[in-house]
């Protein structure tokens, strides 16, 4: 996946990639229609598992696990991936990395504040058909076996 310019703030700044040594910029996946300055709240129905009320709002720094949450949320329109900035503190997220993938080779996070969006990334590929249907079948079975799912 190669990463897209901005779609506001008039850089063509490309996302870091996984082993950039750089400070990271954070993500955001999501149907959500967003503007600039729009913050991303917590307390919103999750797009995973039981679809509980979120505790937390969450972001990433690679571009791969931006593209999954844009391309698996519920709703109409299409996949959006937002870069954002926290506005408070940041902590990995133990979905995945404390069940799944320990040492956050992720770059997932989650916060009880809001996320303030800064631009958008316009020009991303989404995963092939096969490997999207792939976890969509794989988080339908976690499902049927209760597995509470991200």
């Not at 082993?19 to 129905?45: F, N």
């Not at 509980?52 to 791969?64: C, G």
């Amino acid at each position: 996946m190669k990463p897209g310019p901005w779609a506001s703030g008039g850089t063509n700044e490309p996302v870091a990639t996984d082993d950039d040594l750089i400070s990271p910029r954070y993500l955001h996946g999501t149907k959500a229609d967003l503007q600039p300055g729009d913050l991303i709240v917590p307390g919103y129905r999750s797009n995973f598992g039981k679809r509980k009320e979120a505790a937390y709002v969450y972001l990433t720094a690679t571009l791969d696990a931006a593209t999954w949450g844009a391309e698996l949320a519920l709703g109409e329109g299409p996949g959006r991936i937002y870069v954002v900035e926290p506005t408070g503190p940041i902590e990995d997220d133990p979905n995945l990395t404390d069940k799944k993938f320990p040492g956050n080779p992720t770059r997932s996070y989650r916060s009880r504040d809001p996320l303030r969006v800064t631009g958008e990334i316009v020009d991303w590929q989404g995963h092939a058909p096969e490997q999207l249907q792939a976890m969509r079948d794989h988080l339908e079975r976690l499902e049927r076996l209760g597995v509470e799912a991200i």
